[in-house]
């Protein structure tokens, strides 16, 4: 065992870590004196930019450690049995489990805070992309695969899709045989079990927040339970929030989705580095520097989701340069903002003190004309009772006397 564990890298910690996980692109300040079309092409090296944060270091922390932790169960006298017990379970008789099942996590997070990129690195640092191979008794040993759950939740889809990877990486033809018998799901669950015993240490199944929104996601859920049992190799399920509270559910489902969990970021000290560093990434002709107003903007656009600070930094970039505004500004980002991410306006969400930079001048008299309203009103303990209240508002269509007076009404049929 200390030769099989040895084909481990060694797990980095500190500074080491956070420089094996740091991604900055060269950039050279001349490119800005280059033409429009070179500048445009060269743009796209902002969305390489990467700065690890504390959920990157905890998830690289959790997929190692994960990955030993399998390692530590290969050759030895447990799994041996339980390899006996699969081979029962896929002739049909009756089977146990002897490895147990404690071995499944979860990292859940809002899309766009960076979780797939933090998976990817952490995975590539722990050694998932090279194959572990042993002499006595010869094997291939996968340190991790990566599948997605299906999206109507089949069981039977999964199944083919482990084997599908594992075939891929050491050249087996589990999968073909798999479809060409067409075998049951509980023979699958066996024939994955068997290979993920002696091939697997790590699966990743990413998009799990399918199994809250088809009625078969209790169905996989324990199908992928029934793996864990059987296997002896870690499972972690990665996906939006709402996986979370699908999990709470039951008392066996949330202990087997015991993990890391996040928000988007606070406008603390790491969302200014990052709005610094791809503020060093411009590519218009006249560079701005980044003020504190401007990055007060950027959070109030993106609600501290990454991604969409990138996308936002280069969209704005793109309309200067198309334009010929040619400055990274606070114009040139609302632009971008009302134009080109408007689609995602409506899933932003933040806590902002003060008042929002990208309402137009429209909306904020509106909102400053009914809170002078509401003040002028009786004071009822409700602003909208005190304005149908006056005195002047007898005889009037409720309706449209809130709208005259600037108060947002929707109308809805009963």
């Known amino acids: ?21 740091l991604s900055l692109p060269a950039y050279d300040p001349e490119i800005c004196k280059a033409d429009a079309g070179a500048r445009l092409v060269a743009l796209n090296d902002v969305a390489d930019v990467y700065l690890p944060s504390q959920m990157s270091y905890e998830i690289y922390s959790k997929i190692y450690l994960s990955m030993l932790h399998s390692l530590k169960k290969k050759q030895t006298r447990d799994t ?9 379970r896929l002739q049909g008789l009756s089977y146990h489990s002897v490895l147990g099942g404690a071995d499944s996590f979860s990292i859940i997070g809002p899309s766009g805070i960076g979780k797939s990129t933090a998976l990817a690195k952490s995975i590539a640092l722990s050694g998932g992309e090279e194959i572990i191979e042993t002499r006595e008794p010869y094997a291939k040993i996968i340190p991790c695969v990566n599948v997605q759950c299906p999206h109507d939740c089949s069981v039977k889809g999964l ?4 084997l599908s990877q594992v075939d891929i990486a050491i050249g087996t033809g589990y999968q073909q045989m798999a479809v060409k018998n067409r075998a049951s799901i509980d023979s699958l669950i066996g024939t994955v079990s068997q290979v993920a015993l002696n091939n697997i240490l790590l699966i990743i199944i990413d998009e799990c927040q399918n199994v809250c929104r088809n009625k078969g996601g209790v169905n996989l859920v324990s199908a992928m339970t029934q793996l864990i049992n059987s296997s002896g190799v870690s ?15 039951e008392m066996q489902l949330a202990r087997r989705s015991v993990g890391l969990s996040y928000k988007a970021l606070p406008c603390s000290d ?7 560093t791809l503020f060093s990434y411009q590519y218009v002709s006249h560079p701005s520097r980044i003020t504190p107003d401007l990055i007060e903007l950027l959070y109030e656009c993106t609600g501290g989701i990454l991604a969409l600070v990138v996308s936002i930094i280069m969209e704005a970039q793109q309309i200067a340069i198309l334009t010929g505004k040619e400055k990274l500004d606070r114009e040139t980002i609302l632009l971008a903002y009302e134009d080109r991410l408007k689609n995602v306006q409506d899933f932003v969400k933040m ?13 904020k008299g509106r909102m400053h004309k009914a809170r002078e309203v509401a003040e002028k009103a009786p004071k009822t303990g409700n602003s909208i009772t005190g304005i149908l209240s006056c005195p002047d508002a007898k005889g009037m269509d409720a309706v449209g006397l809130l709208r005259k007076q600037g108060v947002l009404v929707e109308e809805v049929s009963a």
């Open 1 to 21: 065992m200390e030769n099989l564990m040895g084909k481990m890298p060694k797990m980095m910690m500190g500074k080491e870590l956070a420089d094996a996980m």
């Open 80 to 88: 041996v049995m339980q390899g006996n017990q699969n081979h029962r």
């Open 351 to 363: 806590d902002v003190k003060k008042g929002k930079q990208t309402a137009p001048a429209a909306k």
């Open 270 to 276: 790491y969302f200014i580095k990052f709005c610094e």
């Open 159 to 162: 199944l083919l899709a482990i």
């Open 235 to 249: 499972i972690c399920m990665v996906g939006l929030p709402e996986t979370e509270l699908f999990f709470q559910n």
